[in-house]
């Protein structure tokens, strides 16, 4: 995966520049986490926050992003749960706009998998990249449990199958609509927004939605 390689924060003899801090947000899916997560377990979404923005990767039907920045701790359909200190980052606010346009544009909606590729391994691939360390274990326990046991899942949900889930109507940034694998109502799409494939090159572009 292009760019994979850590833009974390200079460490060891190299003179260190300005640090910019790398925060997980994690949320919870169903009420049952407040018993599982005793058991190292749960449903959980996760979110990085850079730069006073939150970022995270969810599903629909199109080819193009599904990379969306909300406000920190705030995103639709979920229960914020905790924060979680993760590391720094050396990029700036303009580089790191242009780094996560990139980065986007490797999430796309329909490769969203709940077992292979949900938005908890894009925060660890994130999370990796900026501050050089993954996301805690038990916020993606599940889906790896999931993944071990793959031939005891429903077909729709094998690693195999190339199916997402489609719940919530939402609008993407070109005016259409499709379907995201989060339950988000419609009041709070104003505050969602999607980062889409540019028409130029590889890139992504961020494009609020008018609140």
């Keep these: 995966m292009g760019g994979a390689a850590s833009v974390g924060a200079a460490a060891g003899g190299e003179e260190a520049g300005p640090a910019y801090p790398v925060v997980l947000h994690v949320y919870d899916l169903t009420p049952l986490n407040n018993y599982l997560h005793w058991c190292g377990l749960g449903i959980f979404h996760s979110a990085v926050e850079v730069h006073g923005s939150e970022y995270s990767f969810g ?3 199109q080819p193009s992003s599904g990379v969306f ?3 920190p701790k705030s995103c639709p359909g979920f229960i914020y749960r905790c924060s979680i200190f993760i590391g720094y980052t050396s990029l700036n606010p303009l580089e790191f706009r242009e780094f996560i346009q990139r980065m986007a544009s490797e999430y796309h909606g329909d490769t969203y998998h709940l077992i292979s590729k949900n938005c908890n391994h894009f925060t660890d691939d994130l999370s990796t990249r900026l501050a050089g360390k993954p996301i805690p274990g038990w ?3 599940l889906a790896r449990l ?4 793959n031939c005891l899942l429903p077909e729709s949900m094998r690693l195999e199958s190339t199916e997402t889930k489609h719940l919530a109507d939402c609008h993407l940034s070109d005016g259409s609509h499709t379907s995201s694998n989060e339950n988000f109502e ?3 799409l104003e505050d969602k927004h999607l980062l889409s494939t540019s028409a130029v090159g590889e890139d992504a ?3 609020e939605v008018h609140r």
């Design 186 to 188: 419609d009041d709070d």
């Design 59 to 61: 599903a629909h039907d």
């Design 146 to 149: 999931g993944a071990f046991c």
């Design 69 to 71: 920045e909300v406000e």
């Design 139 to 141: 916020v993606n326990r």
């Design 205 to 207: 572009i961020i494009k």
